[in-house]
């Protein structure tokens, strides 16, 4: 089940509150990334605070068949910490503030038009989500204090990321084949891929399941998350059968 939109706008409220007390804790905002090795901690900041500023103009600007163009004149970032976190924490109610006015059900642009995920603002909510707590971890990681994500965003982040991200029409250039994904919190989903496109679904419960998969992941919500978006391997996690096929998922670039 979809985080209710309410709870989707908490979340970013928190994880985006959890990300800021990092920098503000850390020794240099000149601190490298370990997962993100071409950003500094600065650019971090920089990047998400830039990320909230987009999506609330996009969601202001309700329908459309293209990105609004960036507004004209946007002031500098800054570089001094307390003015930065500053400007991160208004571009982070620019985005929620966005969000209200908006509502779950109100259409806008967004670059997952061709997966299982629509084209509203609540599913722009639902990324944003796994956005701030994605990048929240990359922050504690840089200060050598990475948290698990909440268990509620994770559990909805691997749903959110299969939707979002994997499924569509675009046709898997390798043999055919089933991905599962397990959750020790108890909730599994599978991910098919064919010529004729990928799709996701939630699973039963275990030992219902009604064909085996190619593969299976299982791990934690958290750690499932973490792994998709590759901020930790792959083989971090307990998997079966043939393991080869995630790799060829993380290097899969349907754009190509």
């Not at 970013?12 to 007390?21: H, K, N």
């Not at 600007?61 to 500098?76: F, K, L, S, V, W």
């Not at 593969?215 to 792959?234: C, E, F, K, N, Q």
């Amino acid at each position: 089940m979809t985080l209710e939109f309410p709870v989707l706008l908490r979340t970013i409220d928190e994880r985006a509150a959890a990300f800021r007390a990092v920098v503000a804790s850390a020794p240099s905002l000149a601190a490298q990334v370990p997962t993100c090795p071409e950003w500094t901690l600065l650019d971090l900041v920089r990047h998400l605070g830039e990320v909230h500023r987009r999506w609330a103009a996009t969601v202001t600007a309700g329908p459309a068949d293209a990105r609004p163009a960036p507004t004209e004149g946007a002031a500098a970032v800054p570089q001094e910490r307390e003015a930065l976190l500053a400007w991160s924490a208004e571009s982070t109610e620019q985005l929620l503030g966005a969000l209200r006015d908006s509502g779950p059900d109100r259409d806008c642009w967004t670059w997952w038009g061709g997966s299982q995920s629509p084209q509203t603002c609540g599913a722009v909510a639902r990324h944003q989500v796994q956005e701030a707590a994605v990048h929240t971890y990359d922050a504690q990681l840089t200060v050598g204090s990475p948290e698990p994500l909440p268990e509620q965003a994770a559990l909805d982040g691997v749903d959110e990321f299969l939707s979002t991200c994997c499924s569509g029409p675009d046709a898997w250039p390798h043999k055919p084949c089933a991905v599962d994904y397990r959750a020790t919190e108890g909730r599994s989903w599978r991910l098919t891929l064919t010529a004729h496109g990928t799709s996701a679904t939630p699973l039963p419960a275990p030992g219902k399941t009604p064909t085996e998969a190619d593969a299976t992941l299982r791990g934690t919500a958290s750690d499932l998350v973490l792994a998709l978006y590759a901020r930790i391997p792959v083989n971090s996690l307990e998997v079966e059968g043939d393991g080869h096929l995630f790799d060829l998922l993380l290097a899969w670039d349907p754009d190509e």
